[in-house]
């Protein structure tokens, strides 16, 4: 089918680079911080609140809010996601039950996502974004030829 690779590739990348796992048959009862990137296999009931990206398991199990960079759900998350500066990926085994929040979203084919989804950053194309960056890198060297000029003075 078209695009397997390129999700593949995805998942593999972000798995290449997980710090945390929480493994199949393991349950924490109360909300999950960390600061890597997590893949949970197991079950959730609290807020989950990661750093990096989240790989949620074809039999795992998220009862609260998810909040990080990257969500790829193959199982279920039973709460609002929210990603806004990120995308969010749901697989064809994947259920979502609450709204999300992100600046993109993929959705397979068979997938269950019954909520809302509220897009950020649609006013920047990507070539606005790069003028923005250039400016604020021209007003930063211009404050530091200012502050070398007084200290000449």
Not at 26 to 52: C, E, F, M, W, Y
Not at 83 to 94: A, M, N, W, Y
Not at 129 to 144: D, F, G, H, M
């Amino acid at each position: 089918m078209f695009g397997n690779k390129k999700e593949a590739a995805t998942i593999e990348s972000a798995l290449e680079q997980v710090g945390t796992i929480i493994g199949p048959g393991a349950v924490i009862d109360g909300p999950l911080t960390t600061k890597d990137s997590t893949r949970i296999d197991g079950t959730v009931k609290g807020n989950v609140t990661i750093s990096g990206a989240l790989i949620v398991g074809q039999e795992a199990r998220i009862d609260g809010t998810v909040s990080a960079m990257n969500v790829y759900v193959a199982g279920v998350i039973n709460g609002n996601i929210s990603s806004p500066q990120g995308k969010v990926e749901i697989s064809d085994t994947g259920k979502v039950f609450g709204d999300v929040t992100c600046k993109g979203i993929i959705i397979d084919e068979n997938a269950v996502f019954q909520g809302k989804c509220e897009m950020t950053n649609l006013d920047k194309n990507s070539a606005t974004i790069a003028k923005e960056r250039a400016t604020a890198e021209k007003s930063e060297e211009t404050k530091k030829d200012d502050n070398k000029n007084e200290d000449k003075k």
